[in-house]
């Protein structure tokens, strides 16, 4: 069983930069992809970012392209999310996802074996 927990939300102004982080236990890390999803209020969960197991390949949505950026540390069992150019359309609860498949470039919020509890990130205008 792994458990994930995510750290790193918080407000900040458009513009601005937050860098989420994402702490794995009770696995071995090196053997799921990490990926990235937010929802927001009366929406459905949207699939941010993911890197997969060695970190060699990534995924990022088109609404976020260009401005995230997925790393991972396998050695300390970390993926972290480096969010700048913030926009409020960003404004979400961020949760943390890991699957066993190692194929990033789609992730249905059914495939995930486990998820976070989520960290909430607001951006003010």
């Known amino acids: 069983q792994v458990q994930l927990e995510e750290s790193g939300g918080g407000l900040v102004q458009a513009g601005g930069s937050l860098r989420l982080s994402c702490v794995a236990s009770g696995g071995t890390f090196s053997d799921y992809a990490m990926g990235w999803f937010r929802q927001a209020p009366g929406k459905e969960r949207e699939y941010v970012a993911a890197i997969s197991r060695g970190g060699s390949s990534t995924y990022y949505a088109d609404s976020v392209k260009d401005r995230f950026t997925i790393s991972r540390d396998n050695a300390k069992n970390t993926v972290h999310l480096q969010m700048n150019s913030l926009k409020p359309v960003d404004t979400a609860v961020y949760y943390c996802?890991?699957?066993?498949?190692?194929?990033?470039?789609?992730?249905?919020?059914?495939?995930?074996?486990?998820w976070g509890q989520g960290t909430q990130v607001t951006v003010s205008s």
């Open positions: 996802a890991a699957k066993a498949v190692n194929y990033v470039n789609k992730w249905r919020t059914d495939q995930s074996d486990y």
